[in-house]
């Protein structure tokens, strides 16, 4: 089975950064589109920010020209790197195929303070 383990998370003040780091295995990663989504308090998981094998990038509008994702295919990681972050982005964050399989890992959790 697929595992994936994410890292990074932690509590930052409003402005400040985050990087957060997943490590997958039991997958061809590099042939997989990857995506980092999160869930917040009471609200959907939503997709944050996505890269396909190939390393084209997107990102939903709340964070775009925020946050950043990358892959690195040699080590079997994606990264986001948040910046100018906000209340609103904390939540519990997961990467994940996308669109993602059903097999969630337990994620990092990013908490920013105002």
């Known amino acids: 089975q697929v595992q994936l383990v994410e890292s990074g998370g932690g509590e930052v003040q409003a402005g400040g950064s985050l990087r957060l780091s997943c490590v997958a295995s039991?997958?061809?990663?590099?042939?997989?589109?990857m995506g980092w989504y999160r869930q917040a308090p009471g609200k959907q998981r939503e997709l944050v920010a996505s890269i396909t094998f190939g390393g084209t990038t997107n990102y939903a509008d709340s964070v775009k020209g925020r946050f950043t994702i990358s892959r690195d295919n040699a080590k079997n990681t994606i990264d986001l790197q948040m910046n100018s972050l906000k209340a609103e982005d904390t939540a519990v964050y997961y990467c994940?195929?996308?669109?993602?399989?059903?097999?969630w890992s337990q994620g990092t959790q990013v908490t920013v303070s105002s």
């Open positions: 994940n195929f996308n669109p993602p399989g059903n097999y």
């Open positions: 039991r997958i061809i990663f590099r042939l997989v589109a």
